[in-house]
């Protein structure tokens, strides 16, 4: 299993970008995939989740109402769109595989259970 994002770029305050991640390989028995982002200096946080077998999305606060995680099953992929972005959304944000989407409410730094990472795109918000 490998996990390959992409669309990472650099972006202006109120701008819009789609991050994408496709799937390479079995997903095995995993049920959900995830998005998660690391600023400099600052611990990894949980963004975004989505169930497979539902099209079920959770969302940090600090994103609901401007990112939208979708899925395209025929493409073996995930998307992440992320709209009026800010400066605190700076980061790499990285995919991941897991048996259960985090809990919202509280920064997560990995799935419950098992979780398996992409490599990470850089996506910097900046005039």
């Known amino acids: 299993l490998q996990l390959v994002e992409s669309g990472g770029d650099l972006v202006q305050p109120g701008g819009s970008l789609r991050l994408s991640c496709t799937v390479v390989?079995?997903?095995?028995?995993?049920?959900?995939i995830g998005w998660f982002r690391q600023a400099p200096g600052t611990e990894r946080e949980g963004v975004s989740c989505?169930?497979?077998?539902?099209?079920?999305?959770y969302y940090t606060d600090s994103v609901k109402g401007r990112f939208t995680v979708s899925r395209d099953n025929a493409k073996n992929t995930v998307y992440l769109q992320m709209n009026s972005v800010g400066p605190g959304d700076t980061g790499v944000y990285y995919c991941?595989?897991?048996?259960?989407?985090?809990?919202?409410?509280?920064?997560?730094?990995?799935?419950?259970?098992?979780?398996?990472w992409g490599q990470g795109t850089q996506v910097t918000v900046s005039p």
């Open positions: 991941a595989a897991g048996d259960a989407c985090f809990a919202t409410g509280y920064r997560a730094t990995k799935m419950p259970g098992r979780t398996h």
């Open positions: 989505i169930e497979f077998s539902n099209g079920r999305a």
């Open positions: 390989g079995s997903l095995e028995d995993y049920s959900v």
